[in-house]
């Protein structure tokens, strides 16, 4: 009876220990999961990062910028022309664009096929970038659109066939690390401020900023003033830090955020900082860190840049 008992009393403990072994493993698999989850996050968004950059009308393929003055601006290849197309990619006089009060209309040479959505153009009124989404005309292997910048207006072109993309040796990265996923505090601005953010042309431009994110490194308060854009949820983030210049890109990093929950707690992750299209073109306008915005800080996480 004493045998038969004891054995029972085995069972029961054996069962017992098993169990909390089963919940213990449970309760470290979420973990385990976030842990996963986050690395496999970065590397979708790196993918995606590179797909961009070197897709058909990505920042690789970016090979002018021309700036329109009022009334008829004749395009083509001939370097003497007013907007001098790249060599052996258009006729030496493919048309003309007139700007007239900052609205571009197209006038295409007669012969000359341009095309917008696959379907040729003689003449069209060009949307900007500034009007939302930009009207893209076709030319070859060319594309180009209209961009505003302050109170100038110019012609963007880009080349799917660009020895950048051509030789391009793709991205490199700092490793994934934890420390720099930040949980930050999101401080609104009530109301809201326009920071005046400049270009790499040295044009400012006053921008909608809601707030800054503020953040805990080594025992040290960081804090960044957030932008808002037209038609996109997140936050967007220009910073430079003390690798600025040496390991990353010389002119900052950009970065999104999405915005803060309903305790105002935002998630800053470094490891997707990347560098601006002026990393690699000359044609690109990008917005340079505000004074603010410039860490006293290493912040070893996101893209690098060795030159391209």
């Known amino acids: ?48 990062r590179l797909a961009s950059l070197t897709s058909e009308d990505g920042w690789l393929t970016l090979v002018g910028l021309y700036w329109l003055k009022e009334g008829e601006n004749r395009f083509g290849s001939d370097p003497a022309g007013d907007v001098a197309l790249p060599a052996g990619k258009s006729p030496p006089f493919a048309g003309s664009l007139w700007l007239r009060d900052g609205a571009v209309k197209l006038e295409a040479r007669p012969g000359v096929e341009i095309t917008h959505e696959g379907k040729a153009v003689s003449t069209l009124d060009l949307q900007s970038d500034a009007d939302g989404k930009p009207t893209v005309l076709g030319l070859g292997t060319l ?30 990265y700092y490793p994934l690390s934890d420390k720099w996923r930040v949980v930050a505090r999101f401080e609104r601005f009530d109301p809201p401020k326009s ?15 809601p707030g800054a994110v503020v953040f805990d490194i080594g025992g040290k308060t960081y804090r960044l003033d957030a932008l808002s854009e037209k038609g996109e949820e997140k936050l967007f983030i220009i910073f430079a830090d003390t690798t600025s210049g040496r390991e990353t890109y010389g002119a900052g990093r950009y970065l999104y955020a999405d915005p803060p929950d309903a305790k105002g707690r935002i998630v800053v992750d470094f490891n997707k900082a990347y560098s601006p299209p002026c990393a690699f073109t000359n044609y690109a306008t990008c917005p340079l860190p505000p004074f603010q915005n410039l860490l006293s800080l290493a912040v070893e996480a996101g893209e690098k840049f060795a030159g391209h």
């Open 195 to 209: 920071l005046p953010i400049t270009n790499v042309l040295g044009m400012e431009e006053g921008t909608p900023s």
């Open 143 to 172: 594309r180009f659109n209209v961009i505003k910048r302050g109170d100038r207006v110019g012609l963007r072109v880009k080349d799917r066939e660009s020895q950048a993309r051509a030789g391009f040796k793709g991205l490199e």
């Open 1 to 48: 009876m004493r045998n038969k008992r004891a054995r029972s009393l085995h069972v029961t403990l054996c069962g017992l220990c098993a169990a909390m072994l089963l919940i213990a493993s449970c309760a470290r698999t979420p973990q385990k999961a976030i842990e996963v989850s986050h690395a496999e996050e970065v590397e979708r968004w790196k993918a995606e």
